[in-house]
């Protein structure tokens, strides 16, 4: 099936720090998501992003839907503990029905 | 109500017994999932309801028996369970294939 590759798997960062994760894919996609989940929690949409090379942002959160269309990046400034949880991306390739999920990364901030 | 809504949020369950999941959505969207995490594995689609109509089973055990009634309500039939089943099962809807709407999940914990 579909992979998408997300990395890191963990970060430790202290608070304050800038965070940077990305998602690369072997197909092209036409959509890219970020989701956040927060511990017993479903996860949550962050960001939505629908074109190539579009960049958009929500508060400290900024992502990227790359040119080539197999990889975007979700950035996040002056990280708080709040930002704690795992995000995940997700993509739907052209003809598809559904999102493929990437395997997540687990962010911990260190007050 | 707003948005998904998973019950139960917390299960234990027997290998004998007979359990069900439910899950209800109030965003209108034409598309039901069911999903299952755990730990330390990428999300797993199991089912894909569009218009109340299956269209989708992801190699599913028959021990996972799948119902929509309506695009507003969907259930996991839970039967003859083993342990490996103990996970976060996670309901979402969407319009189409854009940004899944997840619900809280249900912990099913198979003892």
């Known amino acids: 099936g579909q992979q998408l590759n997300q990395s890191p798997q963990s970060m430790f960062i202290q608070e304050g720090e800038d965070v940077s994760m990305n998602c690369t894919s072997s197909s092209i996609f036409n959509t890219w998501l970020w989701y956040k989940q927060d511990p017993g929690e479903g996860p949550v949409l962050l960001i939505a992003?629908?074109?190539?090379?579009e960049l958009t942002s929500n508060g400290r959160l900024t992502a990227q839907f790359g040119i080539t269309r197999k990889d975007s990046f979700l950035n996040i400034s002056a990280s708080i503990p709040s930002d704690v949880g795992i995000y995940f991306c997700a993509g739907r390739r052209t003809g598809a029905n559904n999102l493929f999920f990437g395997t997540g990364t687990r962010l911990t901030v260190i007050p | 109500e707003t948005g998904v809504t998973q019950t139960p949020r917390h299960l234990v369950m027997g290998m004998t017994n007979k359990k069900s999941l439910k899950c209800e959505q109030h965003?209108?969207?034409?598309?039901m999932y069911w999903y299952k995490q755990s730990a330390k594995k990428p999300l797993e689609l199991m089912f894909v309801?569009?218009?109340?109509?299956?269209?989708e089973n992801n190699s599913v055990p028959s021990r996972f028996s799948p119902e929509c009634p309506n695009s507003s309500h969907l259930f996991l039939h839970l039967h003859t369970l083993q342990p490996e089943d103990s996970a976060l099962y996670l309901c979402a809807s969407s319009q189409d294939a854009y940004g899944y709407t997840f619900g809280s999940g249900t912990r099913l914990t198979v003892v």
């Open positions: 992003l629908y074109k190539a090379g």
């Open positions: 309801y569009n218009f109340k109509e299956q269209t």
């Open positions: 965003l209108g969207h034409n598309a």
